[in-house]
């Protein structure tokens, strides 16, 4: 009879267990590109681990580039993480008015998932910053400024993916955000045409912000889609007018 050795399991190193949990919080959105990390001494306290573990850690971070140091001005989360989608191709399509209609149809998607699933999953802390960041675009419209409002409308709607506690929902929207803010912008710029649009689309914002904030995932939904069908129908016979009469302009040049 072979005698069978017991194998005992290896322990991870303190160093990649607190890699992974500092690996997490960026991957949750808990640490942001850019975000400054805490001082050596207080992380070590946080995570109740000693300073060499932790700087080991912190130098495994930087050596996967998900974390820079600055000389005597601390510790990143690297502010390119999202730079694998900042392709010269986003740019093209920004300028493009059949992408246009292409990214709406894209958001139709992510954002009816995003506002099912945090109205599912949202918490009073995601819930106070969803109705925050929905007030700041009445404080950006105030302003007459398309973009400040396509940057704050923006916001609101990563405050309901960020609410959704999916990353990946999360990070996607946040990698394409100059692409939805343009997006949002140049929609804002053509509705200008039809102001008397502008009441509704903050109306059906609103539906969509109370079905989320009293968590009814299948009425959040569908006021996500209700609220983007009525942009794209507005857009879509602003669209036709315009063809209508750069023909006309062009037959009267005929003669």
Same mark, same amino acid.
């Given at each position: 009879?072979?005698?069978i050795k017991?194998?005992k399991?290896?322990?991870?190193?303190?160093?990649?267990?607190?890699?992974s949990?500092?690996?997490?919080m960026i991957?949750?959105?808990s640490?942001?590109?850019?975000?400054?990390?805490?001082?050596e001494?207080?992380?070590?306290?946080?995570f109740d681990?000693s300073?060499?573990?932790?700087?080991?850690?912190?130098?495994?971070?930087?050596?996967?580039?998900?974390?820079?140091?600055k000389?005597g001005?601390?510790?990143?989360?690297?502010?390119?993480?999202?730079?694998?989608?900042?392709?010269?191709?986003?740019?093209?399509?920004?300028?493009?008015?059949?992408?246009?209609?292409?990214?709406?149809?894209?958001?139709y998607?992510i954002?009816?998932?995003?506002?099912?699933?945090?109205?599912?999953?949202g918490?009073?802390?995601?819930f106070k910053?969803?109705?925050?960041?929905?007030?700041?675009?009445?404080?950006?419209?105030?302003?007459?400024?398309?973009?400040?409002?396509?940057?704050?409308?923006?916001?609101?709607?990563?405050?309901i993916?960020a609410?959704s506690?999916n !990353?990946?929902?999360? =990070? &996607? +929207?946040r990698?394409?955000?100059? @692409?939805i803010?343009?997006?949002? $912008?140049?929609?804002?710029?053509?509705?200008?045409q039809?102001?008397?649009?502008?009441g509704?689309?903050?109306e059906y914002?609103?539906?969509?912000?109370?079905?989320?904030?009293?968590?009814?995932?299948?009425k959040?939904?569908? !006021?996500?889609?209700? =609220? &983007? +069908?009525?942009?794209?129908?507005? @857009?879509?016979?602003?669209?036709? $007018?315009?063809?209508?009469?750069?023909?006309?302009?062009?037959?009267?040049?005929?003669?």
């Open positions: 009879m072979v005698a017991s194998i399991a290896k322990q991870p190193k303190l160093s990649d267990v607190i890699l949990q500092l690996e997490q991957v949750e959105g640490l942001l590109p850019g975000q400054k990390l805490l001082p001494r207080e992380l070590a306290a946080q681990v300073r060499p573990s932790l700087r080991e850690a912190i130098q495994k971070l930087e050596a996967k580039g998900l974390v820079t140091r000389q001005g601390g510790t990143f989360v690297t502010n390119t993480l999202h730079s694998g989608l900042s392709d010269p191709l986003f740019d093209l399509m920004s300028k493009s008015h059949e992408s246009q209609f292409d990214l709406l149809e894209f958001r998607g954002e009816g998932m995003s506002a099912y699933y945090a109205a599912m999953r918490t009073e802390t995601d910053e969803i109705q925050l960041k929905h007030d700041n675009i009445g404080t950006a419209q105030i302003e007459n400024d398309f973009r400040a409002e396509a940057e704050a409308v923006f916001e609101f709607y990563l405050a993916c609410a506690h !990353a990946i929902m999360l =990070h &996607l +929207a990698s394409m955000s100059s @692409l803010i343009d997006n949002i $912008e140049q929609n804002l710029t053509v509705l200008a039809r102001p008397d649009t502008f509704k689309i903050s914002r609103k539906q969509l912000m109370d079905a989320i904030l009293s968590g009814q995932p299948q959040a939904w569908g !006021a996500s889609h209700r =609220h &983007l +069908a009525f942009i794209e129908e507005v @857009l879509l016979n602003l669209t036709d $007018e315009r063809s209508r009469m750069e023909r006309s302009m062009r037959r009267m040049q005929r003669y």
